[in-house]
């Protein structure tokens, strides 16, 4: 079939052009950035409008086709026509739409999920036998330690532990509260990296996080928040021991 015999008239062939190239644009997007998207765009633009405008012969066609219905008309040119009278005002709008609509974008910050702590601090940080040694969390450590977690954790971290407390869906940037079931979280960390974490909190600190200090670590004021002190020590190592025993993980050595 001779392609020229087809009823595929100049107008029909230059949206079919600049619509393919934007599709083809956006099948890569996550490489190439919506903004460089837009420049190249507008190239293929100027492009069809300089190919259009070369010769009279193109831009009567062109105009021919949107204002003239000639009596005796295929019934494919007809349907080329309003459907390019339909797609182009409704793209256009659509681009328009997606331009100015808000969006969240969050503040351009790194973020570390586990900030590097110094040697010392870790070393002040003494793990008690009965902590160091997970044969030893009795039942009844075990026990107290979930409890403490329900009453105080939970809300945010989620009863089973998975990030999806009935406060989690307020906290979005720069992170969700941990969900420890997740082999990235307490299961590549050492016990006084987790201890250190849990009374630091995040408030005050680096971490840039909704959690608060719960108690003031060795050597250094308790931190004024309203949940200076609310846990002792030997209550965080307890907190500490459910979380591991409960998600199934062994603290890192």
Not at 73 to 95: C, F, N
Request: aromatic fraction near 12%.
């Amino acid at each position: 079939m001779n392609i020229r015999n087809m009823p595929v008239p100049l107008a029909t062939r230059a949206f079919l052009v600049l619509g393919g190239i934007f599709l083809l644009l956006k099948l890569v997007r996550p490489v190439i950035p919506h903004s460089v998207i837009l420049v190249y765009m507008g190239f293929v633009i100027a492009g069809i409008v300089i190919h259009v405008t070369l010769k009279d012969e193109r831009i009567e066609s062109f105009l021919n086709f949107f204002l003239i219905e000639p009596e005796n008309e295929r019934i494919a040119l007809r349907a080329q026509r309003w459907i390019l009278l339909a797609v182009i005002p409704l793209w256009m709008g659509w681009s328009v739409y997606d331009t100015l609509r808000p969006t969240y974008a969050p503040p351009v910050e790194i973020f570390q999920r586990h900030p590097t702590v110094g040697d010392e601090t870790l070393a002040a940080i003494k793990v008690p036998d009965w902590v160091a040694d997970p044969a030893k969390w009795s039942p009844e450590i075990i026990a107290q330690g979930k409890l403490l977690y329900e009453a105080n954790c939970a809300v945010c971290h989620g009863e089973k532990l998975d990030g999806q407390g009935p406060a989690a869906s307020g906290f979005r940037y720069p992170i969700r509260p941990a969900n420890f079931k997740d082999a990235g979280t307490i299961a590549q960390l050492t016990l006084p990296y987790v201890y250190w974490r849990l009374t630091i909190g995040g408030i005050q600190n680096q971490f840039n996080s909704a959690m608060p200090r719960w108690t003031a670590p060795p050597g250094e004021p308790g931190a004024s928040t309203l949940h200076d002190h609310d846990f002792s020590a030997d209550e965080v190592w307890k907190t500490i021991t459910y979380l591991y025993r409960a998600t199934g993980y062994e603290p890192r050595k």
